[in-house]
């Protein structure tokens, strides 16, 4: 695996879990509620918290359902 597979691989673990944490912080103890609740399909959200690659329009969609803009959503989570 090379350096830039790493970072890659990093970057979306650190999105998963910022997914994860606004989520928890919004008073969802399960992820498929808000998933449901949101109209966004509940394995694929599962899947963006475990860290897996997701499309920009997909990301778009759970920042809007955080009722936030991408500013607010990367300004926590993602230091190095």
């Not at 890659?8 to 509620?33: F, W």
């Not at 449901?36 to 329009?57: C, K, V």
């Not at 920042?63 to 190095?80: H, W």
Request: hydrophobic fraction near 30%.
């Amino acid at each position: 695996m090379s350096k830039d597979d790493d970072f890659s691989k990093e970057q979306l673990s650190k999105l998963g879990n910022r997914i994860k944490t606004l989520r928890i912080a919004k008073g969802y103890t399960n992820y498929e509620y808000f998933a449901y609740e949101h109209n966004i399909p509940r394995a694929q959200f599962g899947r963006y918290e475990r860290g897996e690659d997701l499309r920009f329009s997909s990301l778009i969609k759970v920042v809007k359902a955080f009722d936030m803009t991408l500013t607010e959503f990367f300004q926590e989570g993602f230091d190095d």
